[in-house]
């Protein structure tokens, strides 16, 4: 990366009135969980099918113990890396105003970020689909698969977004409220292949608005929409740029 476009880029953000941050799979690589897409991606080795909610309702001894080796074992031992910490820092010096996040691992609000926007949902809470009462997964045992439900015995479902399932329209419409007042989006570690999440920065840019992105790989946004395309480990190209915004 040419320190020209990250002097440029700092530039942008330390001049902008309302940045967001726009992350995927990708950010949380370097805390030892795989992403979903390109080299060693979880839908190389599992079939996103099983991960349809129809599926997964009528398959819930199949499913759950991929949901638990997956997302519980793998997520429950992660700890943020440097990319969400300088996240967190810009936050703190008011320069970001929020993140608004397809991941489910809650490694952002580990890290200090405080307005974390969780399109996909998160592992940290599950739901029964009979009585549909929330839990926090902390409390759930995972000895025994699927774990029944507490008061109803019935099916407990991660409160993450499923295959066919639709986004919550609450944090769908606080994101895109969010997205609308940006004039500068930071898109970290997503290739926006999944919709409606992919179209986040299009509302920031469709309004005049600068993106930024960090990826490891090429991806859609990077030489048709990105207006700086930091490429690299998100995990030392973010704390880079933070220190160039930051001084
Ligand atoms: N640093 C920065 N970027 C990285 C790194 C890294 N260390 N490693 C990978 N990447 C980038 C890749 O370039 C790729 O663009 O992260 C992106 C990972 O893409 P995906 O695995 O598709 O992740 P994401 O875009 O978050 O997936 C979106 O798909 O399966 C669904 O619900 C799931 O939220 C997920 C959604």
């Excluded at 010096?93 to 490694?107: E, P, R």
């Excluded at 759930?140 to 499923?162: H, Q, T, W």
């Amino acid at each position: 990366m040419s320190n020209h476009a990250l002097e440029n880029a700092a530039k942008v953000l330390r001049e902008s009135r309302c940045t967001i941050a726009f992350t995927g799979a990708g950010i949380s690589v370097e805390s030892g969980i795989p992403p979903f897409r390109g080299p060693g991606g979880v839908w190389s080795k599992y079939d996103p099918a099983m991960f349809e909610k129809h599926y997964f309702k009528r398959h819930p001894d199949e499913v759950w113990p991929l949901l638990k080796k997956i997302f519980y074992d793998m997520i429950g031992k992660a700890e943020p890396n440097p990319a969400h910490y300088a996240l967190s820092e810009l936050e703190d010096h008011g320069k970001l105003a929020g993140i608004i996040t397809q991941n489910i691992d809650g490694l952002h609000q580990q890290a200090g970020s405080q307005q974390v926007y969780e399109y996909h949902g998160s592992t940290r809470r599950m739901q029964c689909m009979d009585c549909r009462l929330y839990f926090d997964s902390p409390t759930i045992s995972l000895d025994r698969l699927p774990p029944p439900c507490p008061a109803c015995g019935g099916l407990l479902k991660p409160d993450f977004v499923f295959f066919g399932e639709g986004v919550s329209s609450d944090v769908h419409y606080e994101a895109t409220a969010l997205a609308k007042q940006a004039d500068v989006c930071l898109i970290v570690g997503t290739g926006g292949e999944v919709m409606p999440a992919g179209r986040i920065p299009y509302i920031v840019k469709n309004r005049g608005g600068t993106l930024i992105e960090i990826n490891l790989y090429d991806t859609g946004y990077s030489y048709s929409t990105s207006d700086y395309y930091l490429q690299g480990k998100a995990g030392t190209r973010l704390p880079e740029l933070v220190r160039e915004v930051l001084g």
